[in-house]
Nanobody, 119 residues
Framework: QVQLVESGGGLVQAGGSLRLSCATS????????MGWYRQAPGKQRELVAQ???????YYVDSVKGRFTISRDNARNMIDLQMNSLKPEDTAVYYC?????????????WGQGTQVTVSS
């Protein structure tokens, strides 16, 4: 069973930066995709950024140019650097990894970390 543990959330003023990190219990090379979702109060969870095998990094339009997703193979970690934060970025952020084996997809989730951006 894969375990994911997020860290780095907190309270920041608009225009500030935060870096989220996700530590994985398994080898990062075992994942077909890895990324970050977020869920704001009263809204559906949305994919914010993702790294997939053989594909360019994906970013939702609202964070393009401000957020950067990266992986650290040596530490088995997935990071999300968030710059120029806006109040609308306020949400619980979840780390997600995907494994596909014999046509079956398995998703793994962290517990979530709160990001609050004040205006």
């Amino acid at each position: 069973q894969v375990q994911l543990v997020e860290s780095g959330g907190g309270l920041v003023q608009a225009g500030g930066s935060l870096r989220l990190s996700c530590a994985t219990s398994g080898s990062i090379f075992s994942f077909n995709a890895m990324g970050w979702y977020r869920q704001a109060p009263g809204k559906q969870r949305e994919l914010v950024a993702q790294l997939s095998s053989g594909s360019s990094p994906y970013y939702v339009d609202s964070v393009k140019g401000r957020f950067t997703i990266s992986r650290d193979n040596a530490r088995n970690m997935i990071d999300l650097q968030m710059n120029s934060l806006k109040p609308e970025d306020t949400a619980v952020y979840y780390c997600n990894t995907v494994q596909v084996w014999n046509g079956r997809r398995s998703d793994y989730w962290g517990q979530g970390t709160q990001v609050t951006v004040s205006s």
